[in-house]
Nanobody, 120 residues
Framework: QVQLVESGGGLVQPGGSLRLSCAAS????????MGWYRQAPGKERELVVI???????NYANSVKGRFTISRDNAKNTVYLQMNSLKPEDTAVYYC??????????????WGQGTLVTVSS
């Protein structure tokens, strides 16, 4: 069983910053790509950014220059530093990880989501 635990969401004023964390735990052999997605009220879930195990990143145009993803492979943890936040960044943010379990199974694992609210 592999789990993702997210933390760091909350309420922030426009222009402010937040840092999200997502840690994978359980019967893990390796963690490949990790990423962040978000879903705003009434909208579909969308990609924010992904990062491969080697560090290659792919950002959504809407967050380029404001958000930064990083990962600690030793801790199976990914971080999302969000700066210059805008009201339109308000959403539930979900962590995703492509994991190979100790049993050799490939799994696409999702976190429970953490709410980010940008409002004055």
């Amino acid at each position: 069983q592999v789990q993702l635990v997210e933390s760091g969401g909350g309420l922030v004023q426009p222009g402010g910053s937040l840092r999200l964390s997502c840690a994978a735990s359980g019967s893990i052999f390796s963690v490949n790509a990790m990423g962040w997605y978000r879903q705003a009220p009434g909208k579909e879930r969308e990609l924010v950014v992904i990062i491969t195990s080697s560090g290659t990143t792919n950002y959504a145009n809407s967050v380029k220059g404001r958000f930064t993803i990083s990962r600690d492979n030793a801790k199976n943890t990914v971080y999302l530093q969000m700066n210059s936040l805008k009201p339109e960044d308000t959403a539930v943010y979900y962590c995703d990880a492509k994991v190979v379990s100790i049993a050799g199974r490939y799994q696409d694992v999702w976190g429970q989501g953490t709410l980010v609210t940008v409002s004055s």
